[in-house]
């Protein structure tokens, strides 16, 4: 169990023993806490903020929020009781931030070292932003872009293009996108971002604003430094600008969350292994786990209820290990044909590691 500091106040309802807390901003799952349900529980969810988050008084009165919604042909502002009144729509999706396994990376980049536990699947409820569009006139002509910008607030003094948490996405994201005001049947607590969030399905955790305080359609990409220089796929060593792919989409992904316990020796015998599997934008068709470090592949089972392309599903596969170590792997296929590659993208900031084998554990097998 790796050193770990205190819970902050707005996460201390977190389950201690299943996080790794690395600073007040950014809390990991553990990757023997994610369970085998397929869902993550609340409790056990990581937590990442770019910045402080806003106090929790917001949302003592979820209903009242209120969202200014713009380049439309009716730009307004809605409370969420308003929004509850357009549609309901909830989506099961995994939550990854971009940054998630950039601790495998070799070159060191800065930024939280997360291993497998910044990302979790969750339901998310809440209105389409097409019924939003509807319900404004639709959207104003030439626009290219949803940026959803972060209720939090910007020090006095501050150039707010350095701090504001504003995301810009492509409007293929709008498609499945909701403002949404539960997670996991709760309202969202302000650890991940209520009274309202920008959901955008598929895509990196940062694509997902919360405490969303504005929804514009825009011509442009924000003009925040998260958006332009940050979330950037350069090459090692340069800093991103516009130029380099923005975050935005996740590839498919899987690793093995058990037998992981380093503490707990796993019997020569039959063990079960077991882990989550995504497909990114398209559904998880087929899992593969190897025993050998990646030489031969078997097929594993998906297990549980199958819910929908966004979300992950925990896979199974019950194998023969005989004492000594074992390196076991698993890799993905999509319903697009996409399989999880070998080798990490390499980019400065370490952005969407989804390597086969960065993410192979070793097993002593007694
Ligand atoms: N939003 C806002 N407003 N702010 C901040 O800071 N962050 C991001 C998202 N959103 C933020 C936001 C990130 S970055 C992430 S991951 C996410 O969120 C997380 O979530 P949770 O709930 O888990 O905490 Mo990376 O890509």
Not at 231 to 260: A, C, F, L, Q
Not at 262 to 290: F, L, R, Y
Request: overall charge negative.
């Amino acid at each position: 169990v790796s050193a770990s500091k205190p819970l902050p106040g707005y996460a201390e309802w977190k389950d201690a023993d299943s996080m790794i807390v690395h600073s007040a901003n950014t809390i990991e799952t553990r990757r023997t806490a994610f369970g085998s349900g397929g869902i993550t529980p609340l409790d056990r969810l990581f937590v990442r903020n770019n910045v402080t988050p806003p106090a929790a008084a917001i949302v003592k009165d979820p209903d009242a929020w209120q969202v200014q919604v713009d380049g439309v042909a009716k730009p307004r502002s809605f409370t969420v009781a308003e929004l509850k009144t357009l549609g309901l729509q909830s989506v099961a999706m995994v939550l990854q931030c971009s940054g998630n396994g950039r601790s495998y990376f070799p070159h060191k980049p800065s930024g939280t070292q997360w291993t497998v536990g910044a990302a979790g699947c969750v339901v998310f409820t809440g209105v389409p932003v097409k019924a939003v569009l509807e319900a404004t006139g639709g959207m104003a002509d030439g626009m290219e872009y949803m940026t959803g910008t972060g209720g939090e607030e910007i020090p006095a003094g501050l150039d707010p293009n350095t701090v504001m948490v504003e995301r810009s996405v492509p409007l293929s994201g709008i498609e499945d996108a909701l403002l949404a005001w539960e997670i996991n049947g709760e309202p969202i607590p302000l650890a991940h971002g209520g009274p309202l969030r920008m959901i955008v399905p598929g895509y990196t955790g940062v694509n997902n604003v919360k405490y969303v305080k504005k929804l514009a359609f825009t011509k442009d990409q924000s003009p925040a430094s998260i958006q332009q220089n940050s979330y950037r796929m350069s090459p090692v060593g340069v800093k991103g600008t516009p130029e380099h792919d923005s975050v935005w989409e996740m590839p498919p992904k899987s690793w093995i969350n058990n037998p992981y316990d380093p503490a707990q020796p796993v019997k020569a015998g039959k063990v079960t292994i077991n882990g989550v599997a995504m497909g990114g934008m398209s559904e998880a068709e087929k899992i593969e786990v190897s025993v050998n470090g990646g030489k031969d592949w078997q097929k594993a089972e998906f297990i549980g209820p199958d819910l929908g392309k966004y979300a992950w599903r925990v896979f199974a596969l019950t194998v023969d290990l005989p004492a000594g170590e074992h390196q076991l792997a698993s890799r993905v296929t999509n319903d697009d044909g996409e399989t999880q590659p070998e080798e990490r993208v390499e980019n400065n900031r370490g952005y969407i590691n989804n390597s086969w084998r960065d993410h192979m554990i070793t097993v002593k097998v007694a």
